[in-house]
């Protein structure tokens, strides 16, 4: 088919997303339930919107409309409510105003995560090339049980939709079922959804009814197979939405590691769609790798890290067991074990952040040092700074978080407690055990602790009284 016939039918998207996920036993909407990082009605947002642009792409959404709205509101989809659900058939009735003039709809659901652009693509160009009224795209899975059926005449064209539990003697061979994803042309579609009745024990308006509809009208209904039947799967149980998210992990672990990734046993690290990974990156057994995370080339992340939302230069090494979130790790710096790094910190290029050491909304510059035991939190560390174990910035008073200053190659030693709002300037040296309330200038030493005092045998006519007591 040309492009300009193409550009002669123009094509909407309508998205089913209105169910409640009954069979999930959920209180959440169905849709919004996640594989791979991201809800299910994302997935085929993300689908829809490489073949047509967001504005002719309607969300039709009934149980927490206003929930789902706001968990996908920024793909720029409009949004259609259906206030009752009454079936699927019901859902598109809704649609009627907003699709009126157009050329063709294609029907997706909003629980089927796996349905690529490319399938989308043929479906949508085998329907206008046909001239049909309706065409199903369907598919032949290992094992079609409790599908419906696509029962074909001699030439191609469908006759009948039959359910599972409808399947006559024979019937049940049949292989190649209804996926639920359409294609109408809108004037037909609209010219005879009113015909659908609800005659079936749910009382609901089904649209597959519409294709004995279609046929006795003398319309052309046709379908086309998917190349994958794995495309096609939905989610209506706990099972199946676990499986699917394992699919699409393996999925994603498989295109990382053809892009040069190492990943040793992939089967248990959890990534996500939208991470990035450099070259030559190397990603331990059960890492997980979340949201939007970008990691540079030839880094290290051991096993037991947890990455969100993360900016990770080159050369970075993560060892076992760290947590870092919404913050960004500049090249070869060096982290943990067993450190957490918490939103809006920034570990500048060389930097070491070791051992149960917390961090947050704080900045290191280069090659700055906190190796042990150490929370810095609403802190800027000066580049080459070394942050003795056991040091604690107090931000926060109460009410008011406040910051600490800490300067260019200025010494903390261990055990030191900063008081915020509090500036240790460049070069200065902190004593080991200090509380520092006050700002140190640069190149000074700062001791604010109690004088040592010893007392000779304190300790022995101490336990002569505790003896002496107990007796």
Not at 18 to 44: F, M, N, W, Y
Not at 47 to 61: E, F, K, N, Q, R
Not at 319 to 343: F, K, Q, T
């Amino acid at each position: 088919m040309s492009t300009s016939t193409r550009s002669a039918t123009p094509l909407s998207i309508a998205i089913l997303a209105a169910g409640k996920g009954t069979r999930l036993k959920s209180q959440h909407p169905k849709v919004l339930h996640e594989i791979g990082g991201l809800p299910l009605l994302a997935h085929v947002i993300r689908a829809a919107t490489a073949i047509a642009p967001a504005g002719s792409i309607y969300c039709i959404v009934g149980h927490e409309a206003e929930r789902v709205r706001r968990a996908v509101a920024h793909y720029g989809t409009q949004f259609i409510e259906q206030r009752e659900q009454l079936g699927t058939g019901h859902a598109l009735m809704q649609c009627r105003e907003a699709l009126a003039g157009q050329g063709a709809v294609l029907v997706l659901s909003g629980d089927a995560p796996l349905i690529t652009p490319e399938t989308l693509t043929r479906l949508r160009d085998f329907h206008l090339a046909q001239g049909a009224a309706m065409t199903i795209l369907t598919a032949e899975p290992p094992a079609p049980f409790g599908y419906g059926r696509i029962l074909r005449q001699p030439d191609g064209e469908v006759s009948a939709i039959v359910e599972q539990k409808s399947l006559a003697p024979g019937q049940e061979a049949l292989r190649e079922i209804n996926s639920g994803t359409y294609v109408f042309d809108v004037a037909k579609l609209f010219r005879y959804i009113d015909q659908i009745k609800t005659e079936n024990p749910h009382r609901e308006f089904y649209l597959t009814d519409i294709v004995a509809i279609l046929r006795r009208a003398g319309e052309r209904v046709m379908a086309v197979k998917a190349e994958n039947w794995s495309e096609v799967l939905g989610v209506n149980t706990r099972g199946e939405l676990a499986a699917l998210d394992a699919l699409l992990r393996r999925r994603k672990a498989a295109q990382l590691m053809n892009e040069g990734v190492t990943i040793f046993q992939p089967e248990s690290c959890v990534i996500d769609q939208d991470v990035q990974v450099g070259p030559d990156t190397v990603v331990g057994p059960f890492v997980q790798l979340l949201g939007s995370t970008c990691i540079g080339s030839e880094c290290k992340i051991n096993s037991f890290s947890v990455l969100t939302n993360m900016r990770v230069g080159d050369g970075v090494m993560i060892r076992h067991g760290s947590v870092l979130a919404d913050s960004v790790v500049e090249n070869r710096a060096i982290l943990g074990p067993y450190c957490h790094i918490r939103p809006e910190s920034h570990i500048g290029e060389g930097a070491h952040v070791g051992n149960f050491v917390e961090v947050k909304k704080a900045r290191l510059g280069r090659g700055a040092k906190a190796n042990h035991l150490t929370y810095l939190g609403d802190a800027e560390i000066g580049e080459k700074s070394n942050i003795g174990a056991g040091t604690i910035t107090c931000n926060y008073d109460g009410v008011h978080k406040h910051r600490t200053v800490i300067g260019k190659g200025a010494f903390i030693g261990s055990d030191t407690t900063l008081v915020a709002p509090v500036t240790v300037a460049e070069g200065a040296y902190v004593g080991a055990g200090s509380c520092i309330t006050k700002d140190v200038p640069a190149d000074a030493l700062a001791v604010a602790r109690a004088q040592q005092v010893n007392r000779p045998g304190w300790a022995k006519a101490r336990r002569e009284k505790i003896k002496k007591d107990k007796d």
